[in-house]
């Protein structure tokens, strides 16, 4: 369990969370796209469409891009390597899972039927602050589709945001959708999170809290931290519950890429890359874009929201 000195904590809008010791992200401070490392691109393309209900934006013999019905913002990218190596049953270390916020409960409902209709199994759990539904692609990576409660019903317990790991009632999901039907990812659907499986969790802290300047918002959970930006319960999870798995190769199925949106007006990725710096991390910059590698082979791309928005 991570020790949490009360000296850190701060008001983070839920009366949570504990605040990096220097370099804070924004309050504003969101997720943007996330890129895969997948073996059959016309096999995930499928998934991702037909499954998760994603669009496709474009596509090449080796890339495709995809997001929501009625916008072209990137939500995944798809990048084939022929012969990529999926995913074992104990998992590797890397991407864990990544999440997709649906902007309300309705639209939860919707694809919890769309997923009974086309007989697609799933994973199910209530975590107090949302209600999640998950998955594994062709490949075995792990996604989650969720949807937030309003924060006026998050609570909170010694400066922790009150998280758990319950059943989910799906009849009450389903019936909040009103009979409407599944008709593809909703606009407004955002990345919301991310979860990696990491070796341990105070070099993760290290590297995730102390320097790239998450708040803590969960610590007490076995084996695991959560981190956020603006009082969010999290925007990054990271654990050690794969901590014997390898780590990533450049021939396996795996997340190669998250990004950060950083607001442009807060200083910008280049504050946080500047911290990343100070704090020993190689750091690259990439055009108007940071990239950094955390310590088990992750890339995290920082870019400033203003340009973020436009692609």
């Keep these: 369990m991570t020790d949490c000195s009360r000296a850190g904590q701060v008001d ?31 096999r995930s393309l499928a998934y991702y469409v037909e499954v998760l209900g994603l669009r496709a934006l474009s596509r090449t013999e080796t890339v495709a891009t995809l997001g929501t019905t009625g916008d072209d913002a990137v939500l995944v ?101 009103n009979g409407e039907r599944w008709t593809g990812m909703p606009r407004g659907a955002v990345i919301g999170h991310v979860h990696l499986h990491v070796a341990d969790i105070e070099t993760a802290s290290a590297f995730f809290h102390e320097r790239l300047g998450l708040d803590k918002m969960v610590w007490s959970y076995p084996g695991a931290l959560f981190l956020g930006a603006g009082g969010y319960h999290h925007h990054l999870g990271v654990n050690s519950w794969a901590t014997n798995a390898p780590r990533p190769t450049d021939g396996d199925a795996r997340l190669l890429e998250w990004e950060v949106l950083v607001p442009a007006a807060s200083g910008g990725a280049a504050g946080a890359a500047a911290s990343l710096r100070h704090g020993g991390y190689r750091v690259e910059q990439s055009g108007d874009d940071w990239l950094a590698t955390d310590p088990w082979g992750t890339t995290l791309r920082l870019r400033n929201a203003s340009h973020a928005a436009t692609r």
């Design 12 to 42: 983070t809008g839920a009366g949570a969370g504990i605040a990096p010791p220097g370099y804070r992200l924004p309050a504003a401070t969101r997720l943007g796209g996330i890129r895969l490392q997948v073996a059959d691109l016309s």
């Design 77 to 177: 990218t798809l990048q084939q390597r022929a012969g990529a190596v999926p995913v074992p049953h104990h998992g590797r270390l890397g991407l864990y899972h990544y999440a997709i916020l649906l902007p309300d409960r309705a639209a939860l409902g919707r694809f919890v039927a769309h997923l009974a209709e086309i007989g697609v199994r799933a994973g199910a759990s209530d975590h107090a602050v949302s209600e999640a539904l998950y998955l594994r692609d062709p490949d075995g990576l792990g996604i989650e589709v969720y949807a937030d409660r309003p924060r006026s019903a998050w609570s909170v317990t010694d400066h922790q945001i009150d998280m758990e790991t319950a059943p989910l009632d799906l009849a009450s999901v389903i019936a909040a959708a």
